[in-house]
Each structure stands twice: as structure tokens, then as C-alpha cells.
């Protein structure tokens, strides 16, 4: 990512949309410069992107313009972020097409309708979410699941795209089905189709890999080159379309776009029936996690690098805003899109009005210049598609985390054969199912040894890994995690068996700086302990527990029964205790 040096009205204010903007004023002619910059450039990277993700969702292309012109103005009102860049983007679309293709035919207005009321529902989701603030819900969808869940998707949309650069015919949600699909259709392959396709594909991973080394001798800047290099899709679409027009290939059998209507999307509601929203639900709900948990990353990314904070809360207001007024205005569902939102950084946005003005460019281009679309070929189209989401893939992530934890290394694997072999949702639920049980089986073996005090200072440490002091009647035990049901009995076993080691053992120390909270059965299992040490001559203490903790236990009967202290400090308890021993002896 390149560093820019910005100017910003007041500071590092946070600003909520353009409303906060407003508030915050010394909106001047060099950010407004800036703002459209940065606009124009987005606009030219969102021209083929918008076209292009209507296609894999399974849509008339001008779909993808419209939800690039309301739903970018909702998002800058209720926003915070100055450089989230939000529209059509790759995986909701597949989504899309996922939840849109058992119930309508692609392309139809019966499918089209269900878009936008998929549109509507996602935005309803998000907004609910920000006014109760469930943002923490994306937390569910954890690192290892979702990046194993764009890899895999990577891998469908690349074979989905198939039938668009080869002409053969690709069906199937799954791996598996698509890739039957192929052999059975073979014979249908096009060859002026597939020297499009692969001709815009090897164009554009070329400009993808090559660009900076062949245009270093020209002096220009590593930020122009950057620019430039994700320029290279509207390059490839501007070729291919004078190649088609040129040579009369739509005449042959290559597919194109043909008229798209020119002019503003009407607004109109959708059509809406419980039947329909019964079954748009489920979609609704994980295009909305999904897409939420993708922008907020990227926001923050983003916003790290100025000192802006990004509120989540009011990030789901934003993009619920944005795909409501999609809902009304003929488009799709949409969030924040990685390269967008990296290309709007550093062409130079500052404020949200940059997202106003890339708005007003598409509504332009809508206006006036759709005809120009005219001759563009579908080949060109999945071969951006295909560049973008393998791009998106991380191949590496899997060996990392496997490298790094087991537990989220076979997260991502179970998450990524999900997906592939038995589609987006039960690859997801399975992901997020492994990820728990990951969490749950950590929780059910927690990390507990017995400590000591190092020599000359007040710190105590494994008795495993340093060489400490110990005192032969007191035993100090700490424990690394929450007691919960899942490793109350474990515990016991551990506290009984260590002290079943140590007979001459005359007070259990239970070191808590570890324990963030307890929960009823590790409470029974606690009042459980206390009374069988008691029995055995032998008090229960506790050191460092947390106030909130504490607070729990003090609302119950358990200090009460304690046959030991609470101490503040491990030391203060080993210092008391042994001062106690003496006294006795």
C-alpha cells in the first residue's frame, strides 16, 4: 500500500458520512480536487467490475450500473469510512446467483425482482443490526473461514466463468458439478469466443505482473503505475470491443451486450410476498454477514493508515442504507470491494463526497454514453471476473495456519471442501462449526501448571520453564483460561491428582490471573473442591482474580464457604501464608 501525504479538514476527525462532514466544515477547493480525482479513476475501474459482477450474478448488465449510483450516495450519508468504495463485488455476487438460480430463471424479471427484494432484505438485516449493534456477529465468520471461503469461491466463479471466455456450457453450484458439466459440453466450444477470452485473460494477468518492470524506464511513479495497472481492465475491454465491432465477430457467435437501456433507474418497490421472503431470508442474512465482515476489514485497514476511526455500528447503518436504496432502484445487493476501495486510497479520496462524485459519473455515463457498450463481448467480462477472484485468493493461508494452529488449519480445510464440494452454505456452516468446536476443544484442555516464584522478585512462573522457589506446604496452581462447563471436570482432575503428588501440601493456592470468567458449573466444581480439600486438611486460596470475576463470586455463597483467603498478589499470598506456617510451627 502507498503512503500519501493528505490534507484533511480538521485533523483526523471521524467522519459519519457526509452529514458529519458538513459538521466538522473547512471542506476546501484542494479536497474537492482531490475527492474528484480519485472519483474519476474509481470510475473507470467500476465501469467494468459493475458490468462485469451483474453477469456472474446472473443479471442484465445495466443492474450492476444502477447499484453503482443510489446506493454509493447512502452509503456517503451514513458511512464513516473516506475510502470504502461500495458496490457490486464478486463473492456477494455469487451469493446472488446461489440463492436467486432454484427460483427463478437467470436473467428473467421474475429473477431480477428477486434481486432487488434480496437487496431490500440485505439492507433491512444490516440496518437491524446497527441499531441493536450486532456487529459481533461477523465475528462468527473467523479468519481461517473466510479466507478458505474466497479461495474456494475463487475456484467456483473461475470455473463458472468458463462458459463465458470458452462458449462451452458450465451449470452446477458445486465443484464437482461444474467440472462434469465442462466434459459433457466440450463439443460446444467456440473458438473466436475463446481467442477473446483467453486472449483479455492472458492481457490482463500480463499487465497484472509486468507493468511495473516495463514502464520503470519511463520515470513515471510507483503510485501512477499502480493506478494505471488497475486501469488495464477497461484497456482490455476497449480492445476487445473495436475488435468486435472491426471484424463483425457477433455475427460469428460471439456473445456482446448489446443495447443496454440508457437513462436513470426508476425507482420502484419491490415485488414482495412472505413466500418469497421466507425463502430470500437465509440469502439476505449471509450476504449481509459476509459483506459486512469484508468492508468493515477493509475500513479499518484503511482508516489505520490516516489515524480515522471507523465505527462498526454506523458501518452497518451505511452499507444498510446502500442496499436498501438498491432494493428500490433496480439493483443488487452491494458492500465494499477490496481493489475499489484500495484504488479510491490512493488516487487520493478524502472525504465520503468522492463516493457523491463517482455516483454522479455512472449516472452520467447511464445518461449518455450506454450506447458505447454496445459491441463489448461477454469473453471480456469473465476474463475480469476470473483475474479479480483469483487475485482474492490467498493459496498460502492454509499452510500458514496449519503451521501456526491445527485447530484453525483444519477450519480452513473443512471450510474450503465445503464449499467446493457441497456448496457456499454448508461449507460456511461447516467452517463455522469446526471454528467452535476448534475453540470448544482449546477451552475443554486449558493450559494449567504450578508456579513459582523467581528468585529476587515477586513474579512466578512455570516450574516447567524456570528455575523458581517452592515451598514444600504450599502448593500455587494457575490456570490459562475461563472455567466453564467444557473443562470443569478437567480441572478438578488436575487440582485433585497434583494435590494427590504433594501429601505434605497445607494450602492450594488457585492463581487467577488467567480466568476471565466462571461460569455455574465450574462454580459447583469450585464449591465442590473446597469441600473435599477441607475434608483433607488443606485450605483452598485465591490470588489475582479479576474484579469482574469477583463481582460474580460475591453475588454468590462460594467466599463465604472458602476455606482460604483471597489475595490481592500471588506474592502477597505466598508472603501471608508463609508467615502463617511459621507462627504455627
Given at each position: 500500500?502507498?503512503?500519501?501525504?493528505?490534507?484533511?479538514?480538521?485533523?483526523?476527525?471521524?467522519?459519519?458520512?457526509?452529514?458529519?462532514?458538513?459538521?466538522?466544515?473547512?471542506?476546501?477547493?484542494?479536497?474537492?480536487?482531490?475527492?474528484?480525482?480519485?472519483?474519476?479513476?474509481?470510475?473507470?475501474?467500476?465501469?467494468?467490475?459493475?458490468?462485469?459482477?451483474?453477469?456472474?450474478?446472473?443479471?442484465?448488465?445495466?443492474?450492476?450500473?444502477y447499484a453503482s449510483v443510489l446506493p454509493l450516495l447512502a452509503y456517503a450519508l451514513f458511512g464513516t469510512s473516506s475510502s470504502l468504495s461500495v458496490g457490486p463485488m464478486a463473492i456477494i455476487a455469487l451469493l446472488i446467483?446461489?440463492?436467486?438460480?432454484?427460483?427463478?430463471?437467470?436473467?428473467?424479471?421474475?429473477?431480477?425482482?428477486?434481486?432487488?427484494?434480496?437487496?431490500?432484505?440485505?439492507?433491512?438485516?444490516?440496518?437491524?443490526?446497527?441499531?441493536?449493534?450486532?456487529?459481533?456477529?461477523?465475528?462468527?465468520?473467523?479468519?481461517?473461514?473466510?479466507?478458505?471461503?474466497?479461495?474456494?469461491?475463487?475456484?467456483?466463479?473461475?470455473?463458472?466463468?468458463?462458459?463465458?471466455?470458452?462458449?462451452?456450457?458450465?451449470?452446477?453450484?458445486?465443484?464437482?458439478?461444474?467440472?462434469?458439466?465442462?466434459?459433457?459440453?466440450?463439443?460446444?466450444?467456440?473458438?473466436?469466443?475463446?481467442?477473446?477470452?483467453?486472449?483479455?485473460?492472458?492481457?490482463?494477468?500480463?499487465?497484472?505482473?509486468?507493468?511495473?518492470?516495463?514502464?520503470?524506464?519511463?520515470?513515471?511513479?510507483?503510485?501512477?503505475?499502480?493506478?494505471?495497472?488497475?486501469?488495464?481492465?477497461?484497456?482490455?475491454?476497449?480492445?476487445?470491443?473495436?475488435?468486435?465491432?472491426?471484424?463483425?465477430?457477433?455475427?460469428?457467435?460471439?456473445?456482446?451486450?448489446?443495447?443496454?437501456?440508457?437513462?436513470?433507474p426508476q425507482l420502484q418497490l419491490p415485488q414482495i410476498s412472505l413466500a418469497h421472503i421466507q425463502m430470500l431470508i437465509p440469502g439476505a442474512i449471509l450476504i449481509s454477514l459476509i459483506g459486512f465482515a469484508e468492508s468493515?476489514?477493509?475500513?479499518?485497514?484503511?482508516?489505520?493508515?490516516?489515524?480515522?476511526?471507523?465505527?462498526?455500528?454506523?458501518?452497518?447503518?451505511?452499507?444498510?442504507?446502500?442496499?436498501?436504496?438498491?432494493?428500490?432502484?433496480?439493483?443488487?445487493?452491494?458492500?465494499?470491494?477490496?481493489?475499489?476501495?484500495?484504488?479510491?486510497?490512493?488516487?487520493?479520496?478524502?472525504?465520503?463526497?468522492?463516493?457523491?462524485?463517482?455516483?454522479?459519473?455512472?449516472?452520467?455515463?447511464?445518461?449518455?454514453?450506454?450506447?458505447?457498450?454496445?459491441?463489448?463481448?461477454?469473453?471480456?467480462?469473465?476474463?475480469?471476473?476470473?483475474?479479480?477472484?483469483?487475485?482474492?485468493?490467498?493459496?498460502?493461508?492454509?499452510?500458514?495456519?496449519?503451521?501456526?494452529?491445527?485447530?484453525?488449519?483444519?477450519?480452513?480445510?473443512?471450510?474450503?471442501?465445503?464449499?467446493?464440494?457441497?456448496?457456499?452454505?454448508?461449507?460456511?456452516?461447516?467452517?463455522?462449526?469446526?471454528?467452535?468446536?476448534?475453540?470448544?476443544?482449546?477451552?475443554?484442555?486449558?493450559?494449567?501448571?504450578?508456579?513459582?516464584?523467581?528468585?529476587?522478585?515477586?513474579h512466578f512462573r512455570n516450574t516447567q520453564r524456570y528455575d523458581v522457589e517452592r515451598s514444600e506446604r504450599i502448593l500455587t496452581l494457575r490456570i490459562d483460561e475461563s472455567l466453564m462447563f467444557a473443562n470443569a471436570q478437567?480441572?478438578?482432575?488436575?487440582?485433585?491428582?497434583?494435590?494427590?503428588?504433594?501429601?505434605?501440601?497445607?494450602?492450594?493456592?488457585?492463581?487467577?490471573?488467567?480466568?476471565?470468567?466462571?461460569?455455574?458449573?465450574?462454580?459447583?466444581?469450585?464449591?465442590?473442591?473446597?469441600?473435599?480439600?477441607?475434608?483433607?486438611?488443606?485450605?483452598?486460596?485465591?490470588?489475582?482474580?479479576?474484579?469482574?470475576?469477583?463481582?460474580?463470586?460475591?453475588?454468590?455463597?462460594?467466599?463465604?464457604?472458602?476455606?482460604?483467603?483471597?489475595?490481592?498478589?500471588?506474592?502477597?499470598?505466598?508472603?501471608?501464608?508463609?508467615?502463617?506456617?511459621?507462627?504455627?510451627?
Amino acid at each position: 500500500m502507498l503512503k500519501q501525504k493528505t490534507s484533511h479538514p480538521k485533523g483526523n476527525a471521524l467522519y459519519s458520512g457526509v452529514w458529519g462532514l458538513i459538521r466538522a466544515g473547512g471542506y476546501q477547493r484542494a479536497l474537492f480536487v482531490q475527492d474528484l480525482s480519485a472519483a474519476l479513476v474509481v470510475t473507470l475501474m467500476l465501469i467494468p467490475q459493475s458490468l462485469a459482477y451483474a453477469l456472474l450474478a446472473g443479471l442484465p448488465l445495466q443492474v450492476g450500473l444502477y447499484a453503482s449510483v443510489l446506493p454509493l450516495l447512502a452509503y456517503a450519508l451514513f458511512g464513516t469510512s473516506s475510502s470504502l468504495s461500495v458496490g457490486p463485488m464478486a463473492i456477494i455476487a455469487l451469493l446472488i446467483a446461489i440463492t436467486l438460480e432454484p427460483l427463478a430463471v437467470r436473467g428473467s424479471d421474475e429473477y431480477v425482482a428477486l434481486a432487488m427484494l434480496l437487496a431490500l432484505l440485505s439492507g433491512v438485516c444490516l440496518v437491524l443490526m446497527g441499531v441493536l449493534r450486532m456487529g459481533f456477529l461477523a465475528n462468527f465468520l473467523s479468519h481461517p473461514v473466510m479466507a478458505a471461503f474466497i479461495t474456494a469461491s475463487a475456484i467456483l466463479i473461475s470455473l463458472g466463468q468458463l462458459k463465458g471466455i470458452t462458449g462451452i456450457a458450465v451449470e452446477g453450484s458445486t465443484a464437482w458439478q461444474q467440472v462434469n458439466s465442462i466434459f459433457q459440453s466440450v463439443h460446444s466450444l467456440h473458438l473466436p469466443t475463446l481467442a477473446l477470452g483467453v486472449g483479455s485473460l492472458v492481457f490482463l494477468l500480463l499487465m497484472r505482473r509486468f507493468l511495473l518492470p516495463l514502464l520503470a524506464p519511463l520515470g513515471l511513479s510507483a503510485r501512477g503505475v499502480l493506478l494505471l495497472s488497475r486501469m488495464t481492465p477497461l484497456m482490455a475491454i476497449l480492445v476487445t470491443t473495436g475488435i468486435v465491432f472491426a471484424l463483425g465477430l457477433h455475427e460469428q457467435g460471439v456473445s456482446i451486450v448489446g443495447a443496454l437501456p440508457q437513462g436513470l433507474p426508476q425507482l420502484q418497490l419491490p415485488q414482495i410476498s412472505l413466500a418469497h421472503i421466507q425463502m430470500l431470508i437465509p440469502g439476505a442474512i449471509l450476504i449481509s454477514l459476509i459483506g459486512f465482515a469484508e468492508s468493515i476489514a477493509i475500513a479499518r485497514s484503511l482508516g489505520a493508515m490516516r489515524r480515522q476511526r471507523v465505527n462498526s455500528n454506523r458501518e452497518l447503518l451505511g452499507l444498510g442504507a446502500a442496499n436498501v436504496v438498491a432494493g428500490f432502484s433496480g439493483g443488487m445487493p452491494v458492500t465494499g470491494g477490496l481493489s475499489r476501495s484500495v484504488v479510491n486510497f490512493d488516487a487520493g479520496s478524502v472525504t465520503p463526497l468522492s463516493g457523491v462524485m463517482t455516483a454522479a459519473c455512472i449516472a452520467l455515463i447511464l445518461l449518455y454514453f450506454t450506447g458505447v457498450l454496445y459491441y463489448l463481448p461477454h469473453a471480456v467480462l469473465s476474463a475480469i471476473i476470473i483475474v479479480a477472484v483469483l487475485g482474492l485468493a490467498n493459496w498460502q493461508e492454509c499452510r500458514h495456519l496449519w503451521n501456526y494452529s491445527r485447530g484453525d488449519g483444519l477450519s480452513w480445510i473443512v471450510t474450503f471442501i465445503g464449499v467446493l464440494l457441497f456448496g457456499v452454505e454448508v461449507g460456511l456452516m461447516a467452517g463455522v462449526i469446526a471454528s467452535l468446536a476448534s475453540w470448544l476443544g482449546r477451552s475443554s484442555n486449558p493450559h494449567m501448571v504450578e508456579v513459582g516464584r523467581v528468585p529476587g522478585t515477586e513474579h512466578f512462573r512455570n516450574t516447567q520453564r524456570y528455575d523458581v522457589e517452592r515451598s514444600e506446604r504450599i502448593l500455587t496452581l494457575r490456570i490459562d483460561e475461563s472455567l466453564m462447563f467444557a473443562n470443569a471436570q478437567e480441572v478438578e482432575n488436575y487440582l485433585l491428582n497434583m494435590l494427590a503428588q504433594r501429601t505434605d501440601v497445607e494450602h492450594l493456592v488457585l492463581m487467577g490471573s488467567g480466568i476471565n470468567h466462571i461460569d455455574a458449573s465450574a462454580l459447583d466444581m469450585l464449591e465442590r473442591v473446597n469441600e473435599l480439600l477441607l475434608e483433607q486438611g488443606v485450605q483452598l486460596h485465591l490470588s489475582e482474580i479479576k474484579g469482574p470475576v469477583l463481582d460474580r463470586l460475591q453475588q454468590t455463597q462460594f467466599l463465604q464457604h472458602l476455606s482460604g483467603q483471597i489475595f490481592l498478589t500471588q506474592h502477597q499470598a505466598i508472603q501471608t501464608l508463609d508467615q502463617l506456617d511459621k507462627r504455627v510451627d
